[in-house]
């Protein structure tokens, strides 16, 4: 059974930064795929970063490319989403997930793990 958890979200300025981790309970693999997404009240979740834990496969969304970082520490089970440069429009609830690939090196198109989200909430 796999179970994550977020931890780390808050309110900033806006060109403030802050890191939001997710703690990952369960068969930890290279196979794993892992990232963050985020949903805005009244609109659709959208992928902000993934990537593929045995390497080769990071996405970033257009909009953070250059801000945000997503890392992993396999010590500690933990992926992290650096944020920096924050605009009041990453506001969000942020959520990790992550699902197991089919294929080496390719994450798949949907997760099936999700965590319980942590908000971040940036003003001007």
């Known amino acids: 059974q796999v179970q994550l958890v977020e931890s780390g979200g808050g309110s900033v300025q806006a060109g403030g930064s802050l890191r939001i981790s997710c703690a990952f309970f369960?068969?930890?693999?290279?196979?794993?795929?892992m990232g963050w997404f985020r949903q805005a009240p009244g609109q659709e979740r959208e992928g902000v970063a993934t990537?593929?834990?045995?390497?080769?496969?990071?996405y970033y969304a257009d909009s953070v490319k250059g801000r945000f970082t997503i890392s992993q520490d396999n010590a500690k089970n933990t992926v992290y989403l650096q944020m920096n440069s924050l605009k009041p429009e990453d506001t969000a609830m942020y959520y990790c997930a992550a699902a197991y690939s089919a294929v080496t090196g390719t994450c798949p198109d949907e997760y099936n793990y999700w965590g319980q989200g942590t908000q971040v909430t940036v003003s001007s």
């Open positions: 369960g068969y930890f693999d290279s196979t794993l795929c």
């Open positions: 990537f593929y834990i045995g390497g080769r496969s990071t």
